[in-house]
């Protein structure tokens, strides 16, 4: 995982995009349910970031995702998904987390590539300045320890 990192870290310092489809590809070929992990890593820490009544809104939607994802249907994902998607005046962060949902919806039906791209999708929204390094950094690292953890389970 760390070479991925370290590879992720010239694509950015190169400006290219999908930074973050290496590492949640790496992710997801150990299990599916790492990558949406990341994901859903990665909007607490955004919403760690910044103050918004949005994400206040949205918090049950993420906290759902953390205890439910596995007893929910496809249908019932993206169900939530398209609730959230729906809700009056979107910010990045409201699509990020609708996104979430059909990427977990699209995992559960074995629809891998859709499930990925949305979970890069989810991701992306989150950082809307690849330059601020701090919390990429924090995502970086946050992919690392969930790939280490699972490591050391498995």
């Not at 489809?21 to 790496?26: G, S, T």
């Amino acid at each position: 995982m760390k070479e991925v990192i370290e590879n992720v870290k010239q694509t950015i310092a190169q400006k290219q995009i999908l930074w973050v489809y290496p590492i949640a590809l790496k992710l997801q070929k150990y299990h599916y349910s790492l990558a949406i992990q990341w994901a859903i890593e990665c909007i607490q820490i955004y919403s760690s970031e910044i103050e918004s009544d949005k994400l206040s809104q949205l918090n049950k939607y993420i906290q759902q995702a953390l205890s439910e994802q596995n007893f929910l249907t496809p249908l019932q994902c993206n169900e939530i998904g398209r609730e959230i998607w729906y809700l009056p005046e979107r910010e990045d962060v409201q699509t990020a987390i609708a996104r979430l949902w059909w990427s977990i919806a699209a995992f559960k039906v074995g629809e891998e590539h859709v499930g990925i791209m949305e979970a890069i999708s989810t991701v992306e929204l989150v950082l809307p300045d690849i330059s601020d390094h701090r919390l990429l950094d924090r995502y970086l690292e946050a992919a690392v320890i969930i790939f280490e953890e699972y490591e050391s389970q498995n």
